[in-house]
T-cell receptor
Framework: DARVTQTPRHKVTEMGQEVTMRCQPILGHNTVFWYRQTMMQGLELLAYFRNRAPLDDSGMPKDRFSAEMPDATLATLKIQPSEPRDSAVYFC???????????????FGEGSRLTVL | GDSVTQMEGPVTLSEEAFLTINCTYTATGYPSLFWYVQYPGEGLQLLLKATKADDKGSNKGFEATYRKETTSFHLEKGSVQVSDSAVYFCALSRWGSNYKLTFGKGTLLTVNP
């Protein structure tokens, strides 16, 4: 049963610490997205990769956030230093290359719940 | 830029009641439209989609029709069940934005027995 795997599922850390979240997209999927979900802002797109190349990271605070895909089986989202306002659920999603038939079909992981104290 | 507006929740219904969740969008060109569902503690799952005007997406008893003239994609179900309790997100994507999904804020549905 193919699915997107995210680690860690839960993370509690102190302000100023580095946080790294990892995502294993579904094998064969060429697009990877990072979303952040909070009660106040809803779902926000942070970064978007296609064939491992970053296409859009305009939603990401550049001074503290970074997103990479070192290979096709791993995407990372790093926060350094972390702040309390970063507390949220971070979702990774992957999908096939968009075509008329597949456009918008994203498969979401279960999320990484981050709490920064 | 692209945007999606969906009705504010929460929505609370009794089992077997009729459900409508309104969704309207703003986008240039011809976006594809989607409904995603998020059950407690889980990620989002695609519920249904429509890729062109007048298409009807359907799945698990839910339906939505792509209405270009009213820029709407309202979600409906004739008889809800307790297991339908979840957050529902309307979304769009289009070629001009690299097919990235733009989501509405979500609507929490609670169905009571």
């Amino acid at each position: 049963d193919a699915r997107v795997t995210q680690t860690p599922r839960h993370k509690v850390t102190e302000m100023g610490q580095e946080v790294t979240m990892r995502c294993q997209p579904i094998l064969g999927h060429n697009t990877v997205f990072w979303y952040r979900q909070t009660m106040m802002q809803g779902l926000e797109l942070l970064a978007y990769f296609r064939n491992r190349a970053p296409l859009d990271d305009s939603g990401m605070p550049k001074d503290r956030f970074s997103a990479e895909m070192p290979d096709a089986t791993l995407a990372t989202l790093k926060i350094q230093p972390s702040e309390p306002r970063d507390s949220a659920v971070y979702f990774c999603a992957s999908g096939p290359l968009p075509t008329t038939a597949t456009t918008g079909e994203l498969f979401f992981g279960e999320g990484s719940r981050l709490t920064v104290l | 830029g692209d945007s999606v507006t969906q009705m504010e929740g929460p929505v609370t219904l009794s089992e077997e009641a009729f459900l409508t969740i309104n969704c309207t969008y703003t986008a240039t060109g011809y976006p594809s439209l989607f409904w995603y569902v998020q059950y407690p503690g889980e990620g989002l799952q695609l519920l249904l989609k429509a890729t062109k005007a007048d298409d009807k997406g359907s799945n698990k008893g839910f339906e939505a029709t792509y209405r270009k003239e009213t820029t709407s994609f309202h979600l409906e179900k004739g008889s809800v069940q307790v297991s339908d309790s979840a957050v529902y997100f309307c979304a769009l994507s289009r070629w001009g934005s690299n097919y990235k999904l733009t989501f509405g804020k979500g609507t929490l549905l609670t169905v009571n027995p």
